[in-house]
């Protein structure tokens, strides 16, 4: 099959031909919920955690999971076959369907599944080496960001203030704390210890953000789950921003001054090393990443 083939309502096909009704209610309200699986080497990442968060949303947003586990693990399996490089981004998004336009819910909507793959590349090694820019902005989005829903038009305008600023992500802040990224959850390192907000319904529960945190673990580097106020992300020694395609990195700029001397820190720097090789272990492996 041809590799720009997508997923849609139980067949593949190819892009070009996939075809989804205005009136489907993702396009009309944003009403549904979506997953970013990063691949590598053909296995997908933390699969399971992805499909725990996706139901999760699901729920969140009261709609019935249009799959089982199983039926989703193999139709992820099948588009990263299809796919033409061993590293992707796999996209998963699930709307509430197509219906006549009301906000109540549709008494009888088949659920609309889409998915699709991507060549997923690694952020850029200058990148990396420099550290990027970011701004601090008011949290303008609602009160479940722990439900990863589709309508983003919030993260959508809070990243591009960034951009237009020569920023590449904005760290977003609610009463007084900064609770993650536009598109990333967050890490401050202060007095040598690695701090990340608590999860609760103002971030995103990151499933990088969470390998970040068992790795912290496992090479026993100070680690505390604590609320980031302003002040401490100001006077931070490093800021991180994690996710799904950005992997880990540092903050060397925040609202144009510099972060840790201007260059990635040292506690970065252990980290993104830890971090690459539990990839190389995930490309190493042959179970498919279960
Ligand atoms: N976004 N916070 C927000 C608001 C996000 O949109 C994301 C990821 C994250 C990091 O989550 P994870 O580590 O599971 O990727 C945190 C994806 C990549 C996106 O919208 O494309």
Known sequence: ?????????????????????????????????????????????????????????????????????????????????????????????????????????????????????????????????????????????????????????????????????????????RDGEATEGAASNLFIVAGGVVITPPKDNRLLPGITRDLVVELAHGAQIPFREHPVTEAELRRADEIWLTSSTKEILPVTRLDGADVSGGSPGPAWRQMYQLYQEYKQQLRGSGDGGY
């Open 1 to 173: 099959m041809a590799s720009d083939n997508v997923y849609l309502n139980g067949e593949f096909l190819p892009l070009s031909e996939a075809r989804v009704s205005v009136l489907d209610r993702g396009f009309i309200f944003g009403d549904g919920v979506y997953e970013v699986i990063p691949c590598y080497g053909w296995h997908p990442f933390r699969l399971a955690e992805h499909l725990t968060r996706l139901r999760h949303s699901l729920e969140g947003i009261r709609l019935d999971n249009p799959l089982s586990q199983q039926e989703w693990e193999s139709l992820i399996h099948q588009l990263i076959q299809q796919g033409e490089s061993p590293d992707q981004s796999i996209y998963l998004q699930v709307t509430r369907g197509t219906a006549s336009r009301d906000h109540g819910f549709p008494a009888c909507a088949t659920p609309t599944v889409f998915a699709m793959s991507n060549e997923l590349k690694s952020p850029d090694a200058a990148l990396l080496r420099q550290g990027v820019a970011a701004i601090t902005l008011d949290d303008i989005r609602w009160r479940y960001c722990n439900i990863k829903a589709i309508s983003l038009l919030p993260n959508v305008l809070l990243r591009q203030q960034a951009l237009d600023q020569g920023a590449n992500e904005a760290i977003l802040l």
